[in-house]
């Protein structure tokens, strides 16, 4: 039997996930009390013929008691040792994302009240769900992705993993826009010729043949890309070894138009034939959905 727990702060997303993995066969439940996780799985467990309750998704957030929350890693562990399939999915979203979101829809956040202002109470629930999102097997950054977006991710990254395997992300991103907070490896490829000051190449990005072909002309791109693939390969079994489901490797380049998306489009065909749950995205690039290859 499998258990996806999917938590985060508010206006990140959680919905969006229960209804995806609602779509895929898993029975879900929104705002489960923590102190409900142990009658829900005994009676999983001991009806685990009804493929109803074979594949289960909850939803746990700030809306549960703060103590509950905070003894979560106990339960947690308990979980794991009942023989249950567990996993984790966290999602957050900048700030000020968070607070434009609630803005937009002028829903009412559920730690915000007459003496807590909507900023502080989305500060308060990052420091409550710490311990949930430290425990997490994947998180997702909703910053910027769309529902759409965010759908067709959690369908690759989640529905199209088989059980015990790495599903993994290569995802490049602009420095100037910041890190992105969901990265496991972040790779900083700012030191290859920059195609940029190419002003016959500034309006290509690294999916661009021109590109490419000035980036394969420059020996440091095909260094750097067997460097890369040499310890990825030497560590991601290890990482697998010790249940880890998911891996989310960043490369980021100044603007996150040229050097990362190149890189990252050469080690997710890299990486394909040995997993088959490889995806690909830019995050500058948002016209472009996560592509698997």
């Known amino acids: ?148 977006e965010l759908r067709d991710m959690v369908k690759q990254r989640i529905a199209g993993r088989r059980e015990q395997e790495l599903a993994l992300l290569f995802q490049s991103f602009g420095f100037k826009h910041g890190v992105p907070v969901d990265s496991d490896y972040v790779f900083d490829v700012r030191c290859l010729p920059n195609p940029y000051w190419d002003t016959s190449l500034r309006g290509f990005t690294g999916l661009d043949p021109e590109v490419a072909s000035f980036l394969e002309s420059e020996p440091a791109t095909r260094r750097m890309i067997d460097d890369l693939t040499r310890l990825l390969e030497t560590w991601l079994p290890d990482f697998a070894r010790n249940n880890r489901s998911y891996m989310t490797i960043s490369v980021g380049c100044t603007g996150g138009q040229h050097r990362s998306v190149y890189l990252c489009e050469q080690l997710g065909k890299y990486f394909s034939d040995n997993y088959s749950n490889v995806q690909v995205r830019h995050s500058e690039l948002p016209h472009l959905k996560p592509s698997e290859s």
């Open 1 to 148: 039997m499998k258990l996806i727990i999917v938590s985060g702060r508010s206006g990140s997303g959680k919905s969006t996930v229960l209804h995806v993995l609602e779509d895929l066969g898993y029975y879900c439940i929104d705002n489960l009390p923590i102190g409900l996780l142990f009658p829900l799985t005994r009676e999983a467990i001991t009806n685990s013929s009804a493929s109803r309750l074979s594949k289960i998704a909850v939803s746990i957030d700030a809306r549960n008691l703060s103590d509950e929350i905070a003894n979560f890693e106990s339960i947690y562990e308990q979980l794991q040792q009942s023989g249950l399939i567990v996993e984790i999915v966290f999602l957050d979203a900048t700030d000020q994302s968070l607070l434009q979101r609630f803005h937009a829809t002028r829903r009412k956040h559920p730690l915000s009240d007459d003496r807590t202002s909507l900023r502080e109470a989305i500060v308060n629930e990052k420091l409550l769900l710490e311990s949930l999102a430290r425990l997490a097997d994947l998180h997702i950054d909703t910053t910027g992705l769309s529902m759409y």
